[in-house]
Nanobody, 128 residues
């Protein structure tokens, strides 16, 4: 299993930006799915951004498309979620996730919690 540590959450005004980071303790094998989920109070955890670490091709949920950007720094075993133009509906606990040895990493194929085998502890994002 891979240990994931998130950072970068906080409070921001509507229209503001935040960048979340997820550092993986190890990043082998080289082919993995990596992603970000979020969970608001009383709601289910939803996948918002995913990518395949082999080529970095990103996939986004409709709710964040055009505002959020997922990226990776392979040298640092870290991936990021740049969040721009935040609104109060983005308020949630944000989790990074990994599925090692997996290559089909679209939002639709990896939308369920059970599709992922490693999770970070979560970081709170509040927009108000």
């Amino acid at each position: 299993h891979v240990q994931l540590v998130e950072s970068g959450g906080g409070s921001v005004r509507p229209g503001g930006s935040l960048r979340l980071s997820c550092e993986a303790s190890e990043y082998t094998p080289s082919s993995n799915c990596a992603g970000w989920f979020r969970q608001a109070p009383g709601k289910e955890r939803e996948a918002i951004a995913t990518f395949y670490t082999g080529d970095g091709k990103p996939y986004y949920a409709d709710s964040v498309e055009g505002r959020f950007t997922i990226s990776q720094d392979k040298a640092k075993n870290t991936w990021y979620l740049q969040m721009d133009n935040l609104n109060p509906e983005d308020t949630a606990m944000y989790y990074c996730a990994a599925r090692t040895g997996w290559v089909v990493c679209t939002i639709t194929t990896m939308s369920r919690r059970l599709d992922w085998n490693d999770w970070g502890q979560g970081t709170q994002v509040t927009v108000s």
